[in-house]
C-alpha cells in the first residue's frame, strides 16, 4: 500500500491530515453513542472493515463486541491517525483490529474480501461519494453489508441562537449545491442517502434516523462540530470551508466574526446547547 495516497488534487486542502488537531474530540465518539445501529449488524467471525477510521476508538469499539469479528481493519488518509489507532490497539491488547494507511476511492484489497464495510462522516469530505460507496462495495462479499452515517446540517439548531452561523451553513449549502468542486466540505448529503446507496449499486436495507445534542458542559464540542476552529487556533477542514466562503463572497469577514462570538456565547451560557441529525443507511450488496 502506497505511503499516503491522495483523495483529492493537489489543490485542494487536505482535510485528513487537518482532522488530526481534532483527535482528542474525534476519540471522544463511541460506537454505541453514534452509531448503535452498526452494532446490530456485526456478525460473529465477520471480516470488517472502517474506512476513514480516524484514531480508531470506533474501529476498537467494533472489534470489541460481544459477537466475536473475526478481525476489524481500519483505514484512514491520515499517517498520524493510523498512527495514534494503532497505539491504542496496542495499549488495549485488542490483536484482531488492524491500521493502515489508505484511500477511500482505491482501496488496496481485492473484491469480496470484506463481510461488512462502514464509514462515520466520510462521505461528506469526498468529491464524489457515489464513487467511494462502490469502491466499498467492490471489497465486501456478495449478501454483504455497506454501512454509512451521514449528516443534515440544515438540522443545525443552537441555544442561544446563532443566526450568523445559520448565514453559514446557508452559504455551505449553496456552495455545495452550486460549486461543487469548490466544497470542502459538503455536509447535507443525508437527505440524499437512499439515491447515494442505489446511485452505487447498493439495495438499501434501512435507513434509521440519528441525532446528536451537546451542551455548554463540554464546550469543545460546539467548535468541533460546528464549522470547527471558528473557536481555536487549530486548523481542522472546517475552517478550510469557511474561507472559502468568505474567498467566494458568500460570507464577509462581518459575518464571520459575528458567528464566533455567537459560538462562544453557546459555550459560555448555563444552558447553551447545539443539535443536528442525520442518518445511517445499511445497504445490502448484490
Known sequence: MSDCPSIRPADRP?????????IPALSGRRLMSVMPMLAELVREGDRVLDVGCGPGTMTLDVARLPVGPSSVTGVDHSARMVEVARREALHADVRHAHFTIGDANRLDYADRTFDLTYSNALLDWLPDPVAALREQARVTRRGGIVFFRLADLSSQTFYPACPDVARMIDALHELASRHPSDAIWNPFLGARAGQLAADAGLEPIEIRPWSSCYRSAAPHMHSHLVLGTLLSGA??????SVRRLVELGLIDSGSLSRARDQLRAVAAHPSGMSARSGVCVAARVP
Open 235 to 240: 486548523e481542522p477542514p472546517y475552517s478550510a
Open 14 to 22: 487536505d482535510p485528513a491530515d487537518a482532522f488530526a488537531a481534532a
